[in-house]
């Protein structure tokens, strides 16, 4: 299904830059794309203000794997583009402030969860943002958890 839409799209592309080259374009359009492939999304707006504001809410790759190539088409034939790129070195999903909220949120459930699970869920969680973040201190994630007091102080504040 998705090669059938990409052809409409495809068509539907050519057929706004057929009628720009025509002299007859009367509207705004932008066209998204992922990682090289054929144009995924089309917009079409009626004023240049809408169809900048459309443009400039592009402003990360999305769900991209390597980047995503944004196009704005005006009436006149004239295209704006910008390709927004996933870093290479990777960026972090989860910052300091999402990881102590995390840490609440399970202290706030911890008597309700069985201690095989509380285990299993707690050290998944530290194996998983360790690997987001190379600065996540697992063994103090775990020390705030109740698990142990390895690497870290247990004064309940975690230091990312």
């Known amino acids: 299904m998705s090669g059938e839409l990409n052809n409409q799209n495809v068509v539907m592309v050519e057929e706004f830059k057929k009628r720009v080259a025509e002299g007859k374009g009367d509207s705004y359009m932008l066209t998204i794309a992922r990682d090289g492939e054929a144009v995924r999304s ?52 989860f910052h300091r402030e999402q990881y102590h909220q995390i840490t609440d949120v399970l202290l706030e459930v911890e008597d309700q969860v069985d201690e095989q699970a509380w285990d299993y869920l707690t050290h998944e969680l530290a194996r998983i943002f360790s690997k987001d973040n190379q600065r996540f201190d697992e063994q103090r994630f775990l020390s705030v958890l109740g698990h142990s007091d390895r690497g870290a102080a247990d004064d309940g504040h975690l230091s990312y």
């Open 42 to 93: 089309i917009y079409f707006f009626g004023d240049a203000l809408d169809a900048a504001y459309g443009y400039q809410a592009y402003n990360d790759w999305g769900f991209a794997k390597d980047f995503l190539t944004v196009e704005l088409h005006e009436p006149t034939g004239k295209i704006h583009s910008k390709v927004l790129r996933r870093p290479r070195g990777g960026e972090c999903v």
